[in-house]
């Protein structure tokens, strides 16, 4: 009774954060419309427009704030769940379902940071972005490749910042969008079993 208790109190709780990242992940993309609507992704534009946001647009700053709490705060919560998930040891097929797109999400959520590193175009973020181009050029046969997909052509310019800022608003956050969709259905569909496999072991008889 107590191993079943555990387990249903981890496949609520994963349900339940699968809703928060689902919320968070609708938040990032709803402001990130509306920053879209302002950025600018050229080299020379990305710092002067986000400054333009938070300075001069009304409110710009504060849907700044919230873009950027909640595009850190979702991929805090999808590890947690990763976790959670991992501690119900329950795989059948809605189960697996939601663990493997929960898996994808994660890897989605840290793509987003990672090609959001450079859309300000300040000084740390062009810094730690060429770092990491020297980590992904050092990939056997592939990297050198990847590198100039990245950047548009070997130069950290105006291109680069065009290819991130489609991988980041439209390949990226579509993506996510979905995978927390189909996530949050798998779990909702596995306590749907649970409560049906309930009921067939402890079937409730009306009084003669």
């Known amino acids: 009774m107590k191993d079943l208790h555990y387990a249903f109190v981890l496949r609520r709780l994963a349900t339940i954060l699968a809703i928060v990242i689902l919320t ?4 990032t993309a709803f402001t990130g419309v509306l920053l879209a609507f302002y950025y600018e992704p050229t ?4 710092y002067n427009s986000l400054k333009a946001i938070a300075l001069e647009i009304p409110n710009g700053w504060l849907i700044q704030r ?3 709490i909640a595009g850190n705060g979702v991929i805090g919560v999808s590890l947690i769940e990763i976790v959670v998930m991992f ?3 329950k795989f ?3 189960w697996l379902i939601a663990w493997i797109s929960g898996i994808l999400f994660t890897l989605c959520v840290i793509a987003l940071g990672w090609t959001a590193m450079l859309l300000d175009w300040t ?3 062009y810094w730690r972005f060429k770092i990491e181009l020297g980590t992904i050029e050092t990939i056997p ?3 050198s490749f990847v590198r100039d997909i990245i ?5 950290v310019n105006t291109m680069t910042v065009q290819h991130l800022y489609t991988l980041h608003s439209y390949v990226l956050s579509i993506g996510a969008v979905i995978l927390a969709i189909i996530h949050l259905g798998g779990l909702l569909l596995q306590e749907q079993e649970d409560k049906q496999s309930q009921i067939e072991l402890n079937p409730v008889f009306p009084p003669n």
């Not at 968070?24 to 938040?27: C, F, K, M, N, R």
């Not at 080299?43 to 990305?46: E, L, P």
């Not at 950047?151 to 130069?155: F, I, L, P, R, S």
């Open 24 to 27: 968070l992940s609708l938040t």
């Open 123 to 125: 000084q740390l973020g």
């Open 151 to 155: 950047t548009g052509g070997g130069a």
């Open 92 to 94: 059948n097929r809605n």
């Open 87 to 89: 501690l119900g040891e």
């Open 141 to 143: 046969v592939i990297g």
């Open 66 to 68: 919230i873009h950027n």
């Open 43 to 46: 080299a020379g534009g990305a």
